[in-house]
Structure formats: C-alpha cells, structure tokens
C-alpha cells in the first residue's frame, strides 16, 4: 500500500487554550510540554509527573502545532500504562484520542506486521506464541534432534535465542559464526552429541525459525525484531511509516534495549533517505530507575540520548508529587552511592512526613509475623485499609512466609506474579482451540488439543501424522487431511483423526461466520469440543474450578467486544498475548481491598499509601550474585530506588537475622542499602536480631539462642513481641502458637475480633466470629471454625486451603497454586553458614595490596570499607572483572 493514497487529511484540527494545558505546571514541567525540538530527553524522576507531562505535550503538539492525531505514535511497556495514557489524553483533547497510535512496543509491531507482514514472511493470521507456546515448540525439536530436554533444558536455549533477537542476531548470522555446516530441517540430523552453548544454540535457534515460519507465528522477541527487518527490507513500507509519524514519543526509555532502540530511529527515519525530514522524538525516562537488564534493557540508552539523537535537549524533573521528604531522602541516600549517574535529587513541598520504620526480626517466619502484624494495626488504629498496602520483595519466593501469614490472619491479598490466569491449563487448552481455529498452521498448538480432552488419540497417533507431515513438507493440519496417503496408517487411528479434523473445520467454518463475536465463537468450542463436559463429569472437586475459569474466558472474550468496535477473533488472541503481570493491578483509584505482594521489579510505575520493603540483607537484597559485580550491584541500587520511591504516606523496611534457603538455615547480615539511610530517619522498632548479638559476642555456636528452635525473643520498648516462640506465650497474635489464645490488641489487653487467628487452638479469624468472606470461590481458615473466603467470584477454585493443595486468586486475572504445610514449625537446628573464610581484617588491607583469590586469582584492592562484621572488599581482578566482596566470607590471602 503506498502511503501517499493512504494517508489521507485531516479535516479537524485540535484547539485549546495554551494557558490551560500548562496550569498546574512547575517550571520544568512546563518548559518540557512547549519544547519545540528534533528531540527531547525529559528525565523524569519517580513521582514527578511523568504522564501528566507527556499526555500535555501531545495535547499541545496536536492544539498548538497543529499535528493531526494519526501523526503521533505513544509507546510504552504496559498495556495498563497505554490505556492511562490515552484515557488521559481524551479527557485533555476528546474522543479523537482514540484515533492516536497509543501502545505498548508489542502491540504496535503486531499492528504494523499484521499491515505489511508478508514482505517478511508473515500473513495477516499469525499466531503470537507466548512462553509455554515456545517451549513447547523447543522441546519438540529438542525431541526431534535426539536431545534430552532434561540435559539441555529448553527454557535456557530460549534464554539464548531471547538475547540474541534482543540485539538484532538473526539465526543465519549465528549459525555462520557457530555452525556454518547445519541446516534447519535436515531429514535424520542428530544433534545430542553437542554440549550445551553457542554451537548447539545456534542450531536449535534455526530450527525453531523455521518452524515458526511453517506454522505462521512469532514470539514476542519476534514482534520487535521481524518489524525491524521489515522496517530496513522494504523502503516502500519504511517510507509510509515515516511519513506517517511525525512525532513519536516514547515512555520508560531507560527500560529500551537494542532492538526497541533501533526500532524507534527506524520508525522515526533518523537513518533514511526518502526525503522526508525525520520524526520529532520525545523520550521521558529515569536512568535511576533502570532495572530490567536481565531482560536486555540497556542503561546507555538513556545515558547516550545526547549523542544517539541530533539536536537532543534534556530537561529534569526533580519535584516529587508521591512521597514524604522522609521517604525521598533515603531513596536519595541510597541511589547517590550509584557512580556515573547523572546528577538528581528528588524533593516534594508535601512535608517530613513519618519516619521510615525499621524491624528486625529474628527469621524470615518471625519477619513476616511481624509485618502481618503491624498491616492490621494500621487498619484498625490508623485508617488505612488492606488495599492501601503493598509487600515488595526481591525474589518470588520469599512471597510463601508472607501468604501464609496473611492467610492465617485472615487478611485478604493478591499475589502479583504467580500463575496467569491465560496460563492455566484448561485456558491454555481453549485457546489453543481458538489459536487453530484462527491459524490452521499453528503445528505446535494443533499437537497440544489433538486429544484434549481424551478422544484416544495418544502419542502414536500424534507422531505418525508428524512423522508424515515432516517427511512431506506439509503442516500437521494439512496431514490430517491426507490420512489415508499416510504409511502405517490403520482404520482404528483414522476413525478418531478424521473425527477431529471433522469437528476443526466445522469450528473454523463457524468462527469465520461470527468474526466480529468471539464470545460466541470461545462458547463454541467449549459446547463442541467436549473440554467442559469433560470437567463437569470429573469427580474431582477441583475440576469444578476449572470449569468456572473456562466459563471467565467466555466473559473475557464477551468484555473486549464491549469495549472494542470492531472485534475480531484474531484481536481478542493478540490482546490475549499480550497481557502481562503488571496489567493485572488495579487502576489507578480502584482499592480491591486487598493487600498486594509482589516484587520489586513488579512494582515500577506503581505507588501505594504504605509500602512494606522486606528482606533487606546482604545476598537476599542486593542479590547474592549482585556481591561479586560492581555493575549489577549498581542495577540492585536502582531497584531499592524503586521500591523506596513506590511508597507515598509510609515505608517499612525490614530484615531476618536468619532465611531458610535450599533445605538451610542461612546467617543474614544487614544490606547495606540499610545502612545507606541516615539513622535519623529510621525509626526501628527492633534493630538487632539473636544472629548480630550471637556475633557481637564471638560465638558462632548456632544454638546460643535457640537460632528456630527455643528463642523466645526479645521484648523491646515499643510493646512489639518477637515470634522465635512456637509456645505462643510472647506472640500478642498467636502467631502459629498450637494452643495460644492471645489476641491483638493494646497493652491494656483489648481484643479485636476473634480470640486467635493462625493458631492451631484458634477459634475464629480475625475480626469475625463466623464467615468472612471476600469475593468468592476458595476457602481458606484451616486452623478456624468460621470460614474465611477468598478468591475471585469468577474463576476462584473452590477447594479448601486447610486441605492441603489450594487455589487462591484475586480479580486481577491471577490464580496461584501453593501447598502450603499444616504447620509453621522448622528445624530446631540449623547450620550457621557465617563462619568466616579468612583471618583478614578491614585494617590489613588498603587500596593497592595484593590479593589472591581461590576463584580469580590475582587482584589489586581497589577499596575497603570498614563496616565491622559487614565490611566490604574491592578487587580489581583483571580479566576477572571488578568484584566487590564481603571481606569475612571471601576466600582471599593477602601477599
């Protein structure tokens, strides 16, 4: 299609009075929306406007410069932050926002690929595989090549393959680099011989392109990488684009990596030469907030912007409009130790505020007592509710102590991360219906439904017809129509493969009849294919669950065709692919009245009244792996940034003297992200636990206190009790005590609902005699006689959490899984691992000695810092690399 008898004028033009899209402006904020330039850096810090500025800047380049509305691309990360986005921008300039390209990356590649995809290969129809989808596909060419997927596990070559579209390596480059002698879909080539690396990834990697190609289909890496080859492939489709967005604005730059770099000059044209002027770019980012490096994100993006884009101009935003002074200076504190950042200190006239608060507790099960704790006491003494709390950790795994104490309150949640609810298998099943109906060359999907549910169609039936398919050159759904050419082939397998090609294109030739109604088209194929009566006819309690999650498909399908015109099926898979965890949270001003757990990097672009910053010790946060890399401790800074500025009213922050990891009791110290907070604005509720007195004293005995097992705790001023005690005697909540009948309540003694929760002896949860209910669906309370309801109305499984195995989900589209044990009880013993690996002093070394290291061998100690039982070493180890060290623990000798 040529873009000049496509891109049509624009009758209307935007007006607005200036003055009102600059009132409530700070200076800086107002220089940045009137900034009239090639391109603009707007550096804006965590809670200073981001959007109200980027959405006015579009609302003044359409008013003021009079742009037409299809000339502007808006790109972000999320689709929740695309849909604030433009629901900000037509209240600011009207319904025509909605004609704006305003989307995530993702989701404008797919747009752009479904356009002009076949000059790459790709027709309108292509499926979007999602992660299962590609390691599905992975495991099957793993099979093919004689490679065990338990040796080389498909996830890590994935991994591998990720990177590689991340930086714009395609699979003919790396297989000349690696394995110039290979050929994807060579009949009988066997791979298993190979290790793994880059020899054998380079392989796999070719294979699995090709395959995607036969069966019309893309990973998400796809959508970004393929669209650049397109962009640079075809001039007459670059020529459109670039004539079509004149100004492209882009959020969250500093999470860009290459390919979404490169992607952004494309579109803009920076690079051509079509005659047309380039595209004006406007980028807002942090580079204090960059934190996705794992998955390709590239700092130098943001910091580079000067000297990436002609004629640039950066504009700071330093003004917080979240958070208390309090609770910005320690977020200043702590970012200010990064090197090489550009200069920012961020500030609010919204006043001190209250002071951070610090506990630390004994263990992560005592930690978590205690936060649960101090959540209830903040809804029933100072006003907030549930939904106005968040725990932020850095790992997932550190969520299990934290749900089960929640659960033992009977404090409602929602677990941010866990299992997707498009991610559970009966709705991974339907819409792999679905994915075939709308692309009958999806192989790896066609193979997943064959015999869902059970239609006798097993492993046999299903290699034979691959085997086939293969030989032939042929999709798996165009074997299915030649059964009878294929060798081997007997009645007994025929019947039942007819009968589901049979009953597919009766499905395909339905769906195409009711495009624009694909919740007709979802309610088909759990009528037709026999998936739901499958589920009602299982004895199997569970099941149930399962048949409520298939019927939330059909009103999820029925919900996009209410909010989109013109709905297709199609648009419902790709809007279906493209959700991620992030998009599953409340919108802004909706409190679902739940306390919310999720990770630190979950949380970016999030904010909540109180903020529960947990596990802050040396290797659970920063990192462990964060110890030995001065670049990656740099990356943990930016996260405990984040997750400090997520806070607006009030921050905790906590630690465990000892974590339970790998089977183990592990000794913890205190991060040093803690110790970069001025003392003056903690207020710690407890600072030492049994594992610092233990080593203030020398005795590394891990029994000295008790460690899991005796210690009963120390009781400080504030009238806060630890929980080290199974007896229950200490624990003003019961705190998992087997006969405890203590409740919460002030020292006077007065008591709050029931007369325990969490206790084996406890009588009821807290704050009901009798059934608390929030949504519907599980159930949970095995330790109270009252039943304690919580999950979602829609898809929420009813089983019983007290049971054993539980479903436990919320609204927002996630449903977890979790055994949780009867009990909280743990090892009364366990092994200290503080022991020091060396005799070294902070005073024997200074910057210049000679050390040798176990590991790295030869380095230069490039700093020390004296922090007693916590101090840290630099070595400059050459080759190896700056690492950075804790001095008691490395294996080092000084020469």
Known sequence: MSFATSQMPEPEVIRRDPQELLDGLNPQQSEAVQYQGQALLIGAGAGSGKTRVLTRRIAWALSQWRAWPSQILAITFTNKAAREMKDRLETLIGPVAQRMWVSTFHSACVRILRRDGEAVGLTRGFTIYDQADSQRLMRTVEQQYGIDPKRVKPRDVLTAISDCKNELKDWRSQLKEFAPDFR???????????????????????????????????????????????????????????????????????????????????????????????????????????????????????????????????????????????????????????????????????????????????????????????????????????????????????????????????????????????????????????????????????????????????????????????????????????????????????????????????????????????????????????????????????????????????????????????????????NVALVADSDQLPDEGENNGSVTLMTLHTSKGLEYPVVFLVGLEEGTFPHQRAMENVSELAEERRLAYVGITRARKRLYVTRAGERSQWGRSESKTPSEFLEDIPDALIDWKRKETAVDRRMMLGDDDSDEFGGFGGFAGFDDSDGYSTFGSRGGSRSSYGSGSRGGSGSYGSRGGSSYGSSSYGSRGGSSSYGSRGRSSYGSGSSYGSGSRGRSSYGSSSYGSRSSYGSGSSSYGSRNGKVSTRRVAATHSASSSHASSSAPRNSLTPQDLAAGDLVTHDKYGLGTVVAMEDKGENSVVTIDFGDGGVKRLMLRMAPIEKL
Request: with cysteine; charged share 25%.
């Open 184 to 574: 994807p879909g060579q009949p009988g080539a066997r791979l298993g011989h190979l290790e793994a690396g880059e020899q054998l990834y380079a392989c796999l990697y070719a294979e699995y392109q090709r395959r995607l190609q036969a069966a019309n289909a893309v990973d998400f890496d796809d959508l970004i990488m393929r669209t650049v080859q397109l962009l640079r492939l075809d001039p007459q489709v670059a020529a459109y684009y670039h004539h079509k967005f004149r100004y492209i604005f882009v959020d969250e730059y500093q999470d860009t990596n290459h390919a979404q770099y490169v992607l952004i000059r494309e579109l803009a044209g920076l690079d051509a030469d079509d005659g047309e002027r380039p595209a004006a770019v406007t980028v807002v980012g942090d580079s204090d907030q960059s934190i996705y490096a794992f998955r390709g994100a590239d700092i130098h993006n943001i910091l580079d912007f000067e000297k990436d884009f002609p004629e640039a101009k950066t504009i700071m935003l330093e003004q917080n409009y979240r958070s208390t002074q309090t609770i910005l200076d320690a977020a200043n504190a702590v970012i200010s130790k990064n090197q090489g950042r550009r200069p920012k200190k961020l500030w609010t006239d919204a006043g001190k505020g209250s002071p951070i608060v610090g506990y630390a507790a004994d263990n992560d099960y005592e930690e978590a007592q205690w936060v649960v704790q101090e959540i209830v006491r903040l809804t029933v003494e100072d006003g907030f509710t549930y939904g106005d709390v968040a725990i932020m950790y850095r790992a997932n795994a550190q969520s299990r102590r934290f749900e089960e104490a929640l659960i033992n309150a009977g404090v409602p949640y929602q677990l941010i991360g866990g299992t997707r609810f498009y991610e559970r298998k009966e709705v991974k099943d339907a819409i792999a219906y679905l994915q075939c109906i709308a692309n009958p060359a999806d192989d790896t999907n066609m193979r997943r439904i064959l015999n869902v549910p059970k239609r006798g169609l097993g492993e046999r039936a299903e290699g034979t017809v691959a085997a086939y398919a293969e030989s032939a050159g042929l999709t798996f759904w165009d074997a299915l129509g030649r059964l009878q050419e294929i060798p081997g082939m007997t009645t007994r397998l025929a019947r039942p493969l007819q009968a589901f090609r049979d009953l597919m294109e009766e499905l395909i030739a339905d769906a195409q009849a009711k495009d624009s109604n694909p919740s007709e088209i979802v309610a088909a194929v759990l009528d037709k294919t026999g998936i739901v009566e499958e589920l009602r006819k299982s004895p199997d309690e569970q099941d149930q669950g399962r048949v409520e999650n298939l019927a939330q498909l059909q009103s999820v399908a029925a919900e996009y065709e209410q909010n989109t015109p013109d709905s297709t099926l199609a648009g419902f898979l790709e």
